[in-house]
């Protein structure tokens, strides 16, 4: 009981709108290094430096099977870490990841290019490395946020300035590389390896940018925006091991209905920005127009920043769980003209339209997330006595890991079927309508089976309500 006790007097502990601010700040170095990896690895190692397909995919499979290890392992870890009286408990990991994810930006492109084989174990490398300090980091930061902010108002506030920086994160990470690397694929047959060398350099820029926004952003966080409050020593003590911790995550049905939806989500949003530069390039026609793929998915973004209030009042009338069903609805209706755009000049500009109305539905998305599964670890506190955010997040964070998996799954079978297992440019009408499938398609299944479980989230109404109560 005494670690709810220390909870009930943090929400008692009063935020400052600076406070608040420095906090939200944690998602910068968050969402850009993931987003990043998300819109430039795929479309680098396939089309600038000539994978196989079949190849690249099994690298993200080998990927997921370390998540399998990893992000549970450092989720529980961190559950299992005794708070340090200088650094504090998860501010401590926050210091040892942040210099490691600015460097792998730039390491993430500096492949060196001899054959294939050699390209293919170069890219399994970097990207478990990447995964190991992003892990580091970001299950740290969800696994502080509901510690710091224990009620669902603290949360909400504080979750408008965190996803306001998501937001910019995702801007940064989608058009600053635009503006760099142009345009952001070979569009000649047969590329020299000069050019082949342009383009690495111009990935690398690009890296290395984003790594030094990531490590300042990184250092004002650790600095300003984390406070801890000590942890009892019966507290640490009471916290279940490893495979104790893992068992409760996966025996809670709630909790797994939660991430089942969250991956679906995450496989959407994923299979989008990893294959829209590919999309603009062939579908839309934006060859020498790299910029506008950045500039599409920057009005997205300010657009779902703009909707975040309208969500957060959205959900406190009608709750949480049934407001984001609702943005999900929404998402499904607006990824359809996807399907109706080409390059023909009187139809391709639209395509910038088209991707800025997904911030409609995308800020939903945002926003709904973190509140569900902080009510989640909520309702495993109050029945346990215990708060095991870390481990929670840990969990969820390798389950949702397989979105990636199963959009670069999607990706590889349908490219190969469509006869571009190798990166070709000036693609035929079948690679085409493949593109025009992976972007519409097969979100919009993810997104209803995300709805489906959704339906069935008990934490909603009534149950909700006995739970806060019993909180208190």
Not at 127 to 154: H, K, Q, R
Not at 189 to 197: A, M
Request: overall charge positive; hydrophobic content about 50%; proline content about 4%.
């Amino acid at each position: 009981m005494s670690q709810l006790k220390s909870q009930n007097e943090a929400s008692n502990e009063s935020y400052t709108l600076k406070d608040r601010i420095f906090f939200g700040i944690s998602a910068i170095p968050d969402q850009l290094t993931y987003q990043s990896f998300t819109l430039l690895v795929f479309t680098y190692y396939f089309a600038v430096i000539g994978l196989d397909v079949l190849l690249v995919m099994t690298c993200y499979i080998i990927w997921g099977v370390w998540n399998a290890v990893n992000d549970p392992v450092l989720g529980a870890l961190s559950d299992r870490t005794r708070f340090k009286k200088r650094f504090g408990k998860r501010k401590f990991y926050f210091i040892i990841s942040i210099i490691p994810l600015s460097l792998i930006m730039v390491l993430l492109f500096s492949v060196p290019i001899t054959n294939s084989f050699i390209e293919f174990i170069y890219f399994i490398i970097v990207i478990l490395t990447f995964e190991l300090v992003y892990t580091m980091y970001s299950v740290n930061v969800n696994a502080i946020f509901p510690e710091m902010f224990p009620t669902e108002n603290e949360r909400a506030k504080t979750n408008i300035f965190i996803k306001g920086f998501t937001v910019i994160a995702v801007i940064c990470a989608s058009l600053l590389p635009t503006i760099i690397i142009s345009p952001m694929v070979p569009v000649e047959q047969n590329p020299s390896v000069e050019t082949i060398l342009h383009f690495r350099s111009m990935y690398i820029i690009a890296g290395l940018i984003l790594g030094v926004i990531i490590l300042l952003t990184g250092i004002l966080f650790i600095s300003k925006g984390v406070r801890e409050k000590e942890e009892h020593l019966e507290d640490f003590e009471n916290r279940p091991k490893f495979f104790e911790s893992l068992k409760f995550c996966l025996k809670n049905k709630t909790f797994l209905k939660f991430t089942v939806a969250n991956m679906c989500i995450w496989y959407c949003f994923t299979t989008l920005l990893t294959i829209f530069p590919l999309y603009c390039t062939w579908v839309l026609g934006y060859k020498e127009e790299s910029m506008l793929i950045g500039i599409a998915l920057m009005l997205a973004l300010i657009v779902a920043a703009l909707v975040l209030p309208m969500y957060k009042k959205i959900g406190q009338k009608i709750g949480m769980r049934n407001g984001l069903i609702l943005a999900e609805v929404l998402w499904i209706g607006l990824l359809f003209p996807f399907i109706l755009l080409n390059n023909d000049p009187n139809i391709r500009m639209f395509g910038i339209l088209v991707t800025a109305s997904q911030g409609l539905a995308l800020g939903g998305a945002l926003f709904y997330v973190d509140i569900l599964i902080g009510d989640v670890i909520d309702a495993d506190e109050v029945q346990f006595g215990m708060k095991r955010s870390a481990s929670y997040y840990g969990v969820n964070a390798f389950i949702h890991r397989f979105s990636q998996i199963f959009s670069m799954i999607t990706i590889g079978l349908i490219f190969s079927g469509t006869g571009w297992s190798q990166y070709q440019p000036n693609p035929g009408a079948n690679i085409l309508l493949g593109l025009k499938s992976i972007i519409f398609l097969f979100p919009a299944i993810a997104l209803i089976i995300s709805i489906l479980c959704l339906k069935s989230f008990e934490l909603h109404g009534q149950k909700l309500k006995e739970m806060r109560e019993k909180k208190q």
